[in-house]
């Protein structure tokens, strides 16, 4: 059964019991503005009308119809209209274990290089994924619609080992990887920054400048959005969004609500509904 969250600035999010593993977006003629955030999924964008900037990264990306830009979990990326032209475009957000599924061997464990991947001109590619999107829409034929989505994943694997444009990340340092596992581990606490200076020994303005250079936020904004991907969860979960402010740490549910919608486009209540 297609579960459908109402429509919430023209921008829709939903599942498909088909694939209870991908979340699917889709937007029509918005200019939502999306500020620094991640995902917990690989995150796949397909550009259908006006011009996206992405930005994840120097150079700032110009996503245009027929694009498809791809973000492993964790990359820190925002995007916003280019211009003043409403956008359309379409995302699938999958879970490494649904990508695992539909693209690997049996006994292979070594995923394609998603972390930041951008198809510019692959018409074929972005039709698969966008049929695919499409019949995930509707109850019509859920077999069809799965075997749409895995083909699609399994040729965007296959690009991604051919001709593509691929930003590296750098490999961030050891104190870095201190203070972002910390955080993982408590992003649900109050924490000071003179607490995460003494974890890792360091002054709290090199610290906060060191993280944002190899995370791409200061780590207060990075614990924030950790407790927007755990309220995702819970939401999905069953969990009331009155409850779910207090279970990720924030002050109160005014609080979620605002930044739940920022980043996603929509309410807790609107994403909850239908799960």
Not at 115 to 130: A, N, P, V, Y
Not at 197 to 203: I, K, P, T
Request: net charge positive; aromatic share 8%.
């Amino acid at each position: 059964m297609v579960q459908m969250k109402q429509d919430a600035g023209r921008i829709r999010i939903w599942r498909n019991d088909a694939v209870a593993e991908v979340e699917l977006l889709r937007a029509s003629g918005t200019q939502h503005r999306f500020p620094k955030h991640f995902h917990d999924t690989y995150a796949i964008h397909l550009h259908e009308r006006g011009t996206m900037a992405f930005q994840y990264g120097q150079p700032q990306v110009a996503l245009k119809p027929g694009n498809i830009n791809v973000l492993a979990p964790g990359v820190v990326h925002m995007c916003l209209p280019a211009d003043e032209q409403a956008l359309n475009y379409r995302c699938l957000f999958v879970s490494p274990a649904f990508l695992q599924y539909a693209v690997l061997d049996p006994g292979a464990t070594h995923l394609p290089l998603f972390e930041r991947l951008l198809c510019l001109g692959d018409i074929k590619l972005f039709q698969s994924l966008g049929s695919a999107h499409r019949y995930l829409e509707t109850d019509d034929d859920a077999f069809e619609a799965e075997t749409l989505l895995t083909a699609g994943l399994a040729a965007l694997a296959a690009y991604s080992g051919e001709r593509h444009t691929r930003i590296e990340a750098g490999r961030e340092p050891r104190h870095v990887t201190t203070v972002r596992e910390f955080l993982d581990a408590k992003y649900d606490r109050r924490i000071a920054l003179a607490d995460l200076a003494r974890l890792v020994g360091l002054n709290p303005i090199y610290l906060v400048r060191s993280f944002r250079s190899f995370v791409g936020l200061p780590p207060h904004a990075y614990q924030r959005q950790l407790r927007l991907s755990r309220a995702r969860q819970l939401l999905r979960s069953g969990a009331p969004p009155a409850e779910v402010a207090e279970m990720v740490g924030f002050a109160d549910q005014s609080h979620l609500s605002r930044l739940f919608k920022q980043t996603t486009g929509v309410t807790p209540a609107d994403y909850a509904k239908g799960l």
